[in-house]
């Protein structure tokens, strides 16, 4: 058994088309949290799969379901040491047909954006992090 714990992120975005381009939603985490652009991210309980944690903080971040779009293994996952301890973070993503607001939690994210690919590259503070967005950025071409 692994002491490692389980942890999910998960990529949403919109596809590019009419000379729109594709854009992916990332949060803004508060400062005590880390602080920083993410996309959404989190624990996954002992008991579950990582996939279904990833669903589970996908609706608890934005109010969003797997079912609202196109749900994506990214097939992608990587090996960290976190705040609490060795960690394995696996990546999903949810290809939406058009972006819409999430419901967010004030108690970990100040704000919301959509924002281009090159963009989000540009935010994000982890590689592991553009890694999993370059695996998803080819499901919104």
């Given at each position: 058994?692994?002491n490692?714990?389980k942890k999910a ?6 596809a590019g088309?009419?000379?729109t381009?594709?854009?992916v ?8 949290r880390?602080g920083?652009?993410h ?5 996954v ?8 944690g990833?669903?589970?903080?996908l609706?608890?971040e934005?109010?969003f379901r797997s ?7 990214l097939?992608y996952?990587?090996?960290f ?8 973070e ?11 607001s ?7 994210h ?7 690919i090159?963009?989000?590259?540009q ?5 592991s992090?553009r890694?999993a967005?370059?695996r998803f950025s080819?499901y919104?071409?």
């Amino acid at each position: 058994m692994s002491n490692r714990s389980k942890k999910a992120q998960v990529w949403i975005g919109v596809a590019g088309h009419q000379g729109t381009p594709a854009r992916v939603l990332l949060f803004r985490v508060l400062d005590r949290r880390g602080g920083g652009w993410h996309p959404v991210t989190g624990g996954v309980e002992e008991d579950e799969t990582v996939e279904a944690g990833a669903m589970l903080e996908l609706l608890e971040e934005t109010g969003f379901r797997s079912e609202d779009g196109r749900w994506v293994d990214l097939e992608y996952s990587f090996c960290f040491e976190g705040r609490f301890g060795p960690a394995e973070e696996a990546a999903y993503g949810l290809v939406l047909t058009e972006s819409r607001s999430p419901t967010i939690d004030s108690s970990e994210h100040l704000a919301f954006e959509w924002v281009s690919i090159e963009e989000a590259f540009q935010r994000l503070g982890f590689d592991s992090q553009r890694d999993a967005l370059k695996r998803f950025s080819c499901y919104l071409r």
